[in-house]
């Protein structure tokens, strides 16, 4: 029989991450361990604030929202509910350069996402403790990054289902899921590189070749420079 997450206001998880951090599949490993653990009640989206809410957030008893530049609203209400959060992030310079690869972004746009975002998570990083990988170090390839975060989330899930869990989520797991959603048109009807799926918020281009200094391939030297420079 599943547990029901005590107390009357819903408990907030924050996923923060750069873009390109691997922040989508940690969120979908959140997700997929509460509904593991609780069943139904779990409600998960974006939002950067609290006008970003979908109706009816006040009926989930947690939260998981993924946010890559939080308002300070928002991480109150995840300390406050004793939530946890979570931060994905990357090399800045490979992080948009797989932006401009997978998601045919601009150079300049991509570059004032990140150096935004950036600046957010600097903050965060050093006003509040949080879990923290680091896309360098493959964390979404490892099965014990999935224990990794129950342990983090306060929670027990059996190894069989951390193991569905992951299965689920490898590269090929991933592509095989984004596959049925383009079928079922979770794309719309003309999907684009910025078409995404609402409750997984995976994007059809998601899954990269998780290569570490790509940037040396795909960016100049001048805009190598630019990025380090901000």
């Known amino acids: 029989k599943r547990s029901t997450p005590a107390g009357p206001a819903p408990k907030a998880i924050l996923c923060v991450g750069l873009k390109s951090s691997g922040s989508t599949w940690l969120y979908n490993v959140v ?3 509460l509904k593991e653990k609780y069943g139904s009640g779990v409600g998960a989206f974006y939002a950067d604030n609290f006008a970003l809410f979908p109706p009816d957030t006040e009926r989930a008893s947690i939260l998981v929202i993924k946010a890559h530049e ?10 406050v509910t004793r939530g946890e959060i979570f931060l994905t992030l990357r090399e800045p310079r490979d992080a948009i350069a797989s932006l401009m690869q997978r998601f045919e972004h601009g150079f300049d746009g991509a570059l004032k996402e ?32 999935v224990g990794e975060i129950a342990n983090a989330l306060g929670i027990k899930v059996g190894r069989a289902a951390q193991l569905r869990i992951y299965q689920g989520l490898t590269r090929d797991g991933v592509r095989q899921t984004i596959g049925k959603l383009r079928k079922t048109g979770k794309f719309g009807k003309k999907p684009d590189a910025n ?3 609402l409750e997984t918020q995976w994007h059809p281009g998601h899954v990269g070749d998780g290569k570490i200094g790509k940037f040396s391939g795909v960016l100049s030297s001048a805009q190598q420079k630019k990025i380090l420079s901000v």
């Open 114 to 145: 990140v150096a935004r975002h950036s600046a957010r998570i600097v903050e965060l990083d050093r006003d509040e403790a949080m879990t923290t990988y680091r896309y360098e170090d493959g964390f979404f390839d490892r099965f014990e990054t």
């Open 70 to 79: 939080p308002s300070k609203g928002l991480v109150y209400l995840a300390r």
């Open 195 to 197: 078409s995404f799926d």
């Open 31 to 33: 997700i997929q361990l």
